[in-house]
């Protein structure tokens, strides 16, 4: 039996400082904070309205460092470790992006174009945020080879369009596409690897969003504190994503009748959000809004 997904609700940070994040991710990104509250049971926590998603940010007390294998800008050596990954964004030209991150400060990244079969060919590039988070910035397929015009760079956010993918690195890539094909309802869109780096990948194709799942050769698995998100914020950098469903205990107790572990329940006045385990142990949110 699948859980009813309607698309992808927010995705989850840990920060080192809030108040400086919300500033980053409204100046470079755009995004507008629209809830704030300063003592959540984890600490403090934000909500930042972005086209078509929520970035979902939490400050806890002295927390861990970012790993150095999750501090960018490039996303080869973070792929080692089993476990979220980053979140992928849309801008109409990523060559306009790239000009007008590095006049806003931010750090980029290389710049890549790919072309994948039942996906298209698309440019992207990542960056970090101003905890060393990485981010990508991609381009829709359709915009691939156009020019990009002249024009001055101003010093503005970026219009971001969307949100594209999230991304997820797993110890088996044929199990992992089974379980989200079977437990969510999500289907293959392209499959691809890399040899030379031992990486092997899919797109699978979610209600409105795309998830990339990465398998990279001699990667550890899910460390533990990872496994549940309460003990996961802690420790700075990407966290997790969270599904939407119209009503997460029935959706958890779909999963639960096919052997799928449910790692935390929740219902606060604004929502009811459970936390399933994957079939690698990474932890994904269901979270149905109440109010």
Known sequence: MQALIEGLHHYTISVADIDESVRWYKDVLGFKLIYQNRRHDWGQVAYMQAPGFLLEMFEVPDPKPLPSYAAGPEPDTDLFVCGHKHFAILHPSVREAVKQLEALG????????????????????????????????????????????????????????????????????????QWYSEKFGFTVATTFEIPAIGLRSAMMQGPGFWMEIHCMAGSVPVPEERRIPATDVLTLGNKYFSLAVKDAGRAADALASTGVSIVASETTEWGHRVFVSDNSGIPIELFQLVN
């Open 106 to 177: 931010a750090n980029v990244g290389s710049f890549k174009e790919v072309s994948l079969e039942g996906v298209g060919t698309f440019r992207a590039t990542f960056i970090t945020d101003n905890g060393g988070y990485l981010i990508e910035v991609a381009e829709p397929q359709s915009s691939s080879g156009r020019e990009e015009p002249n024009r001055a760079t101003e010093k503005r956010p970026l219009a971001i369009m969307a949100l594209h993918h999230v991304a997820i690195s797993v110890p088996d890539r044929e199990e992992a596409v």
